[in-house]
């Protein structure tokens, strides 16, 4: 696929002429693999549901290829990008390729866990192919501090993306599964094949749709108190609640007394419960006193 047939976007020639020039090497310890395919970023626009008023925010952009197909149809794009060499490069390759929309965009130079503002309004959309290594704490680190983000597309690991959608009782939720659905309804998007990617990873991946929850989950428990009760529930996956919640409640006793008062049986598993009965639970911390 040629530039010229997809436009302003990267093809596979670009992207390693590119990064030929930049002499920039993809590293598993950032866990860059950069999309190749004009397709596939404009799927992934589509499926993000993309409108020519968000303002969306990207993470780890990379060379730009998700950034461009972004900017063909948002009002304004703005890109999170650790790596120096590709922070420095990415505006002149927008200003290159889609010169009409190079105020449309902006660029902050640094780590995504350490961002806690953006320039420019307010975004409306969270897009982003994410590394792999960090997935899920950078998900939630932007939907924390951007609740202005009513909708995320983010493409992650196939296993990472079963784990996030996961529902109560599935094998693989977890920690992410609640504290994801925390914040959004969450579900799997589509699948996306290896082959689109330079270099090739050795897993498949995965796309999440997060929609943010019109109405946040009802507590009188603070985020912090409720991620507490899951990040112990999951602690020791195979215990009963009663159990595993016992360093959390300060006896098995108490961890019992918060259960029954939630109405959570001792002896259900932290894999059982939905976010609102973790929410429950945190609530009545204290409960045997």
């Given at each position: 696929?040629?530039?010229?047939?997809?436009?302003?976007?990267?093809?596979?020639?670009?992207?390693?002429?590119?990064?030929?020039?930049l002499?920039?090497?993809?590293?598993?310890?950032?866990?860059?693999?950069?999309?190749?395919?004009?397709?596939?970023?404009?799927?992934?626009?589509?499926?993000?549901?993309?409108?020519?008023?968000?303002?969306?925010?990207?993470v780890?952009?990379?060379?730009?290829?998700?950034?461009?197909?972004?900017?063909?149809?948002?009002?304004?794009?703005?890109?999170?990008?650790?790596?120096?060499?590709l922070?420095?490069?990415?505006?002149?390759?927008?200003?290159?390729?889609?010169?009409?929309?190079?105020?449309a965009?902006?660029?902050?130079?640094s780590?995504?866990?350490?961002?806690?503002?953006?320039?420019?309004?307010?975004?409306?959309?969270?897009?982003?192919?994410?590394?792999?290594?960090?997935?899920?704490?950078v998900?939630?680190?932007?939907?924390?501090?951007?609740?202005?983000?009513?909708?995320?597309?983010?493409?992650?690991?196939?296993?990472?993306?079963?784990?996030?959608a996961?529902?109560?009782?599935?094998?693989?939720?977890?920690?992410?599964?609640?504290?994801?659905n925390?914040?959004?309804?969450?579900?799997?998007?589509g699948?996306?094949?290896?082959?689109?990617?330079?270099?090739?990873p050795?897993?498949?991946?995965?796309?999440?749709?997060?929609?943010?929850?019109?109405?946040?989950?009802?507590?009188?428990?603070?985020?912090?108190?409720?991620?507490?009760?899951v990040?112990?529930?999951?602690a020791?996956?195979?215990?009963?609640?009663?159990?595993?919640?016992?360093?959390?409640?300060?006896?098995a006793?108490?961890?019992?007394?918060?259960?029954?008062?939630?109405?959570?049986?001792?002896?259900?598993?932290g894999?059982?419960?939905?976010?609102?009965?973790?929410?429950?639970?945190?609530?009545?911390?204290?409960?045997?006193?």
């Amino acid at each position: 696929m040629s530039s010229t047939e997809h436009g302003a976007l990267l093809g596979p020639a670009d992207i390693r002429e590119l990064a030929a020039t930049l002499g920039v090497r993809p590293t598993k310890q950032r866990g860059q693999n950069f999309v190749i395919d004009a397709n596939t970023v404009r799927r992934i626009v589509r499926t993000a549901e993309v409108r020519p008023d968000d303002v969306v925010v990207e993470v780890g952009p990379g060379l730009g290829s998700l950034t461009l197909a972004l900017l063909e149809t948002a009002a304004h794009v703005t890109a999170v990008e650790i790596d120096d060499v590709l922070a420095a490069a990415l505006p002149a390759t927008i200003a290159a390729r889609l010169p009409e929309k190079k105020d449309a965009f902006a660029l902050v130079h640094s780590d995504a866990m350490l961002v806690r503002e953006l320039p420019g309004p307010a975004p409306t959309a969270l897009v982003a192919n994410l590394p792999y290594n960090v997935a899920v704490p950078v998900l939630l680190h932007m939907l924390d501090t951007f609740p202005s983000v009513e909708r995320t597309l983010v493409m992650v690991q196939a296993e990472v993306a079963d784990r996030l959608a996961a529902a109560p009782g599935s094998k693989v939720y977890g920690v992410p599964s609640v504290k994801a659905n925390w914040y959004a309804e969450v579900k799997r998007a589509g699948a996306i094949g290896r082959n689109v990617f330079w270099p090739a990873p050795n897993v498949d991946s995965g796309l999440v749709s997060l929609v943010r929850r019109t109405e946040p989950v009802q507590t009188s428990a603070s985020k912090r108190e409720v991620f507490a009760v899951v990040d112990a529930a999951f602690a020791q996956r195979r215990k009963t609640l009663r159990a595993a919640l016992a360093g959390w409640a300060g006896s098995a006793a108490a961890a019992e007394a918060a259960l029954v008062a939630a109405g959570v049986s001792p002896q259900a598993r932290g894999e059982s419960l939905t976010v609102e009965e973790f929410a429950r639970i945190a609530e009545h911390k204290g409960a045997a006193r």
